[in-house]
């Protein structure tokens, strides 16, 4: 960006322009969003603003931003947070960036915790892996009955979880707890969790180093990881299900776009029922349901 550059419109421009040569998807809304950001302004703001001369501190943090995402920082860590569910939360470098897609889990979970005939009344929900939390608490925040306990081996993303459990006003039903899957759960839980919701890690080791550079380079193996086979961890959801879950209680997991057949394989070998696929908003099969064992009213 030449010394010259210094209104927003003329930022905005260049900035697109050296995105997009970088092969920075959403070029334009990146730039602006960044922009945004550096001045302390929203992007409808921006757009009032568009011969705003932009020079000294603003002009410095601005070009450390677009440094920054040019070798593959993602947009939202560089920010320090995300949309999630139509509501911001604060994400950190070294813990996984929530997508979009996962949206589709939350739908899901939602529909399999607010049934038509409301006989969950206080329902309970585990989820594995939270990360920076959005998962578990957008869901306490839709239902307001809903109690959700969280694990994560990660200390940060759990402190994350809180932090952002905090900020949505969901601290009293979103417990985020430090360790390995189904360790940290309270013993009281056991066979009485209506729903078990995961977003483990699916990618085949050896596919990792092919990821787009934001993930690959920023997003943390852990969360990526699914094993050489990128199933590892859905066995070991498949195994705690069994022993968490009420009888008739669901799991609701993401899986990657190739494997469906492979987890309801899975599944199915570990006694669950009722499976089904739900497709992203691409199309794609992104979400994986099934029922465990059935109630004594036989649901």
């Known amino acids: 960006m030449a010394a010259q550059l210094k209104t927003v419109r003329q930022l905005i421009r260049v900035t697109t322009t050296y995105f997009e040569e970088k092969g920075v998807e959403s070029a334009r809304l990146n730039a602006e969003r960044l922009l945004a950001d550096a001045l302390g302004l929203s992007r409808l703001e921006l757009y009032f603003q568009h011969d705003r001369p932009v020079v000294g501190a603003e002009l410095a943090r601005y070009r450390d931003y677009v440094r920054l995402r040019a070798t593959g920082v993602p947009l939202q860590t560089i920010l320090g947070e995300t949309e999630f569910y139509s509501r911001p939360f604060k994400v950190e470098a070294g813990v996984f960036v929530p997508r979009p897609e996962t949206e589709r889990l939350v739908e899901v979970a939602i529909s399999l915790l607010t049934p038509p005939d409301h006989r969950l009344l206080a329902p309970v929900a585990v989820e594995v892996g939270c990360g920076t939390g959005v998962i578990a608490v957008t869901l306490a925040v839709e239902i307001p009955q809903l109690e959700v306990y969280a694990t994560d081996v990660d200390s940060g993303a759990v402190a994350l979880g809180n932090h952002n459990a905090h900020r ?57 990881d699914g094993g050489e086979d990128g199933l590892i961890f859905y066995r070991a959801l498949a195994a705690g299900a069994v022993h968490w879950l009420r009888p008739g209680g669901h799991l609701a997991v993401e899986i990657g776009a190739d494997q469906a057949p492979e987890v309801t394989d899975i599944l199915t070998r570990s006694g669950a029922e009722d499976l089904a696929v739900t497709e992203d908003y691409a199309g794609l099969p992104r979400v994986l349901t099934a029922r465990f064992g059935r109630g004594q009213d036989g649901t």
Request: glycine letters at 8%; proline letters at 11%; hydrophobic letters at 40%.
């Open 168 to 224: 949505h006003g969901v601290t009293a039903r979103v417990h985020c707890l430090v360790g390995n899957r189904f360790d940290p759960l309270p013993q009281r839980l056991h066979e009485g969790v209506d729903l078990l919701v995961s977003n483990p890690p699916y990618i085949r080791r050896a596919e990792i180093d092919g990821l787009p550079v934001e993930v690959a380079q920023h997003d943390p193996h852990a969360a990526l």
